[in-house]
């Protein structure tokens, strides 16, 4: 093989977009489903039972389609509803009516009327890219920077204005650093650390909450209460990985977890720290 010099404009000048098939066999059996189905003015619950009957894995994701959820939001809907005993093909055949129930009390055959009955215009293709890419990111974001700003108020509440910092490099024990949503007073020694993760938020997966805590757990001084914030249904989804989380309470490795419905518990705490750190 003849040895050449590449060069960095030589190598962008040969790229190209890369372009992959989207559709599986998952995909196609549903729109196959959705293909089938007869339009009708209005739907009710023999309609959903004949769209599981015939596949429920299938049905279940067209119904997904039609309410406009995403998986987690649909498992946590329905486990929400149902309660113990599972969200599957064995929980509906054991107890189908209640299963249709459910999925009626969220408004599946309103919805199967309305997008069946839809009579588009091309601009409805450009919203949905808008909605499913730039749309599902912005949803994402403002879920996690909304906890954030709801953390930040009460900080204020409570130490004032330039009594902390936000979204910043903390340095802890022996030099070393991590990122974090609130240090107090500063990010040089900080003497309250405050993390706040929203569920289903973007960049917020499961494997970077547990990572985050984990490296502000490593990075601060072992004096320094490290308060964790966080909501979301979606966690009812993955009570294992929360269990993590409050394993690492239970070790005192993060001082308290809060929620949006502890605001008082979370304020009254901060007035506690302030005062048994003599943070003026």
């Known amino acids: 093989m003849q040895v050449v010099e590449q060069s960095i404009d030589d190598v962008v000048a040969s790229l190209s977009p890369l372009s992959v098939e989207w559709m599986d066999d998952v995909a196609a059996s ?166 706040s993760k929203a569920y289903a938020a973007t960049g917020s997966k499961m494997t970077d909450i547990i990572g985050d805590l984990d490296a502000i757990i490593a990075a601060k001084r072992h004096d320094t209460p490290l308060l964790f914030l966080t909501d979301g249904l979606t966690w009812k989804a993955r009570m294992a990985d929360l269990r993590k989380i409050v394993q690492r309470q239970n070790q005192g490795k993060i001082t308290r977890i809060y929620t949006t419905k502890m605001r008082e518990q979370f304020l009254a705490d901060l007035h506690t720290l302030k005062a048994e750190l003599g943070i003026s």
């Open 30 to 195: 549903a729109i196959a489903r959705l293909s089938a189905l007869p339009k009708k003015t209005q739907y009710d619950r023999q309609d959903i039972q004949e769209l599981l009957d015939s596949d429920f894995s299938d049905g279940l994701l067209c119904a997904r389609l039609f309410l406009a959820l995403s998986k987690d939001s649909m498992e946590t809907e329905l486990r929400s509803a149902l309660g113990s005993g599972g969200i599957g093909s064995t929980r509906y055949k054991t107890d189908p009516n209640t299963f249709l129930a459910t999925l009626e009390s969220l408004g599946l055959p309103e919805a199967m009327s309305a997008t069946i009955n839809y009579q588009p215009v091309w601009s409805d293709i450009l919203v949905e890219r808008l909605r499913s890419g730039r749309g599902s990111a912005i949803q994402g974001q403002r879920r996690g920077r909304g906890l954030e700003d709801f953390a930040e108020a009460l900080v204020r509440e409570v130490f004032g204005e330039g009594g902390y910092e936000t979204r910043c490099t903390f340095t802890g024990a022996d030099g070393t650093t991590a990122k974090c949503d609130v240090a107090v007073p500063d990010k040089s020694k900080p003497r309250i650390v405050i993390e």
